[in-house]
């Protein structure tokens, strides 16, 4: 079973902090995806990564896919209390299904 | 456009009950998901059906657990019987059919076994 451990499990911060949260694992992932889950909501898709060493930009996110393809981290610059929610990295299977991580919970206070 | 379409919202219901979820998943995808969501396990996929067909169901935790695809637009979860150890946030989430599936999810069915 392919395992996605993500961490920190919580994170508490300022308005205006930088913040970096991360998604590892021992198996190799062809694609790795991060989401947002807001509260009562659905995971919505935020990025897709694919080739190791990627480093794509979401305006004050940035996500970086490892050389190895076994890990990934997300970096939020001057977060806001609209980047609020649950953060999940999530990568595919044989199946092409996808496999979850628990997530990193991110409250951002004004 | 409409995206991902559940039913109900809530649910509570006694245990013992049958309890059935709905699904609409977006016009044109060919693949729909069902994935458990607690605290302590995460989302867990339960069964991924591709062209109305299942294809994985390895995560039905129990033999209390069914799921259909009668047709494209169309899918349901069904428990029977209900334990509350079955309480979590059902989602269904569709995509279409390429290399890197990337997901789009309803807003859940939050099912609450007492």
């Known amino acids: 079973t392919q395992l996605l451990e993500q961490s920190p499990q919580f994170l508490s911060i300022q308005e205006g902090e930088n913040l970096t949260v991360y998604c590892n694992s021992s198996s190799v992932f062809s694609s790795l995806q991060w989401y947002r889950q807001e509260p009562g909501e659905g995971p919505v898709l935020l990025v897709t990564v694919v080739t190791g060493g990627e480093v794509k930009k979401l305006k004050r996110l940035t996500f970086q896919f490892g050389d190895a393809r076994k890990d990934s981290s997300l970096h939020i610059t001057a977060a806001q209390p609209g980047d609020t929610g649950l953060y999940l990295c999530?990568?595919?299977?044989?199946?092409?299904?996808?496999?979850f991580g628990k997530g990193t919970m991110l409250l951002v206070s004004p | 456009d409409a995206g991902v379409i559940q039913s109900p919202r809530h649910e509570v219901t006694e245990m013992g009950q049958e309890v059935t979820l709905r699904c609409k998943p977006i016009s044109g995808h060919n693949s729909l998901f069902w994935y458990r969501q607690t605290m302590m396990r995460g989302l867990e996929l339960l069964i991924y059906f591709n062209n109305n067909v299942p294809i994985d169901d390895s995560g039905m935790p129990e033999d209390r657990f069914s799921a259909k695809m009668p047709n494209a637009s169309f899918s349901t979860l069904k428990i029977q019987p209900s334990e509350p150890r079955d309480s979590a946030v059902y989602f269904c989430a569709s995509s279409f059919g390429q290399a890197v599936p990337e997901a789009f999810f309803g807003q859940g069915t939050r099912l609450t076994v007492v």
């Open positions: 999530a990568g595919d299977t044989v199946y092409s299904t996808l496999t």
